[in-house]
């Protein structure tokens, strides 16, 4: 066996625990709420329709809505992956930006502890 393929078999399956586990916890991929009613309902929170959840290491693992404000899931899924989790608005972490998204224009950092909150940045 080549131990290439024995690295990427690993890795694929690091990559699959982490989806699992983001599934999990936040739910499935893509889960969506009503905008106008949404924002309504809850107007003082930080809402991010069409977030992407990423990590450092693994890039985007999770897309959906997210109420950053109300969602205490993502400090369970960084304290589950053992890392950040990062909140980016879709355009600077799907695509072409999937494998690297620019973390730097995180909406949300979540660490095991906290929820750290960023400026929108234009």
Avoid at 11 to 28: D, P, V
Avoid at 30 to 54: D, E, L, T
Wanted: aromatic content about 4%.
């Amino acid at each position: 066996m080549n131990p290439r393929d024995h690295t990427s078999n690993q890795n694929i399956a690091e990559m699959k625990t982490q989806f699992e586990k983001c599934e999990e916890i936040l739910g499935r991929p893509g889960r969506m709420h009503s905008k106008s009613s949404y924002r309504r309902q809850f107007p003082n929170n930080v809402v991010m329709f069409n977030a992407c959840v990423c990590t450092k290491s693994k890039g985007k693992i999770w897309h959906g809505d997210l109420d950053v404000t109300r969602d205490g899931d993502l400090l369970k899924l960084a304290r589950a992956l053992c890392e950040e989790v990062y909140v980016l608005h879709e355009s600077v972490a799907r695509l072409e930006n999937e494998r690297r998204p620019r973390l730097h224009n995180a909406r949300a950092i979540i660490s095991a502890t906290e929820v750290t909150l960023e400026e929108p940045k234009c």
